[in-house]
């Protein structure tokens, strides 16, 4: 109980509603950065942020839709990196694309020094952040308790507010 | 450079946010109270994000300096 007692340390509730690439990192890079600055944090994945408590993690990006995305390669020369490619919509679209452009950003990150969303997860179990699968979600896309990690718990909307409200910063994400 | 001598080095060159923040915490938590870590980063990020870690955690930040393009930070866990 967080507003009750002023020594308790500070709170963050996440909700994770989405399970690409891109937004896979902001609620696991709050979560780690809470968990190591001591806050208890939570993150309820609900909807298609559920995926992401699977054991085997398939998030992917799609520059689909996601006209700000910079089409920038992780290879070559600095000033071939720089190049900002304007990739027809239509490409975009096509088989295939959706892949190398999950690999060109998972390779993108690996070079610049960003941690893996894998790697991310183990860490946030490690500073004890507590992950909540949702129940209802789970029941509408098939997912059972066994398909996600050993330290993932399931909940429901109550489950997480009531965590939410002795937190102090909310987020939905 | 700095007098402050150091129980323990922390090398987080090359890695972003929030991987120095994260290995601090877990590196400070190995030492006893009273022992200073030092922990060398190249994001730039890491200055703003150690200083708001220490007051966040309670653990002293004694000394933090740009040096070669490195920033060295020296911690001293107080809790």
Not at chain 1, 34 to 61: H, N, S
Not at chain 1, 118 to 133: K, N, Q, S, T, Y
Not at chain 1, 156 to 171: H, K, M, R, W
């Amino acid at each position: 109980m967080s507003k009750s007692d002023p020594s308790a340390p500070k709170r963050l509730a996440m909700i994770s509603s989405k399970g690409t690439l891109d937004w896979a990192y902001p609620p696991f890079i709050l979560a780690t950065a809470a968990g190591a600055m001591g806050w208890e944090v939570q993150i309820f994945f609900t909807f298609y942020g559920l995926p992401l408590l699977c054991r085997d993690l398939k998030a992917a990006v799609s520059p689909l839709g996601n006209p700000a995305m910079p089409m920038k390669m992780p290879f070559g020369p600095e000033g071939f990196q720089k190049i900002n490619w304007p990739i027809p919509t239509a490409l975009m679209a096509a088989p295939g694309f959706n892949s190398v452009a999950t690999g060109l950003m998972k390779k993108t990150f690996q070079s610049k020094g960003v941690a893996t969303i894998e790697e991310l997860r183990e860490m946030a179990v490690d500073l004890d952040v507590g992950l909540i699968g949702c129940q209802m979600t789970m029941d509408v896309f098939g997912f059972k308790k066994e398909d996600f990690i050993e330290d993932a718990m399931i909940g429901g909307a109550a489950t997480f507010l009531e965590f939410a409200a002795d937190a102090d910063v909310s987020l939905f994400i | 450079m700095s007098e402050i001598q150091a129980d323990s080095v922390l090398d987080c060159s090359g890695m972003l946010c929030p991987l120095p923040v994260v290995k601090t915490t877990k590196a400070i938590k190995q030492m006893e109270v009273g022992q200073v870590l030092k922990m060398i980063a190249t994001d730039p990020g890491a200055p703003p994000d150690m200083q708001a870690w220490s007051r966040q955690t309670g653990n002293e930040l004694l000394e933090h300096y740009e040096e070669d393009g490195k920033f060295i930070f020296f911690i001293k866990r107080v809790k």
